[in-house]
Structure formats: structure tokens, C-alpha cells
């Protein structure tokens, strides 16, 4: 609490908007996770870590576009 409170920690909880809530708003309104599809914690835990995969390689690919084609061809011969 101590830290949320001060003023580096009223920076981070602005961005927290912007950040964290965009990400969970975006999985229930384009991924799905408004509700579970699944029973089970297992299953519903899969069904998360799935859509985080999926929001993850969006976030790529958008940077790799961001970057231009001569930086996605040098990244994959490093590879």
C-alpha cells in the first residue's frame, strides 16, 4: 500500500489502465473470455493461458511490422 502511494507508484497505477485492463478488456471482447468453454479448473486454465499466447503473438507480430522487413529477415537468420 505503502508503495502504491507514493509517487512512483501513482505513475504505474495510471499506465495500469492502459496496460493491464486493455489487455483483459480485450480477451473478453475478442478472445472470448467472457465466459469459460470449458469445465474444470484445468480446462478453463488452459483456455487462458491460450488466449494470452494469442495476445502475446499479436503483440509481436505488431512490432515486427513496426520494425520493417530487413529486421524481421535478420532475426530469423540469427535463428
Partial sequence: ????LSERGKQ???????????SFADAKELHG????????LAKVREQCLLIA???N???MALLL???GKGFVIRLIYQI
Fill in 1 to 4: 500500500r505503502q508503495n502504491r
Fill in 12 to 22: 504505474l497505477y495510471k499506465r495500469r489502465s492502459q496496460t493491464i485492463e486493455r
Fill in 33 to 40: 473470455l467472457r465466459y469459460a468453454r470449458y469445465r474444470g
Fill in 53 to 55: 499466447v494469442a495476445q
Fill in 57 to 59: 503473438i499479436k503483440k
Fill in 65 to 67: 511490422s513496426k520494425r
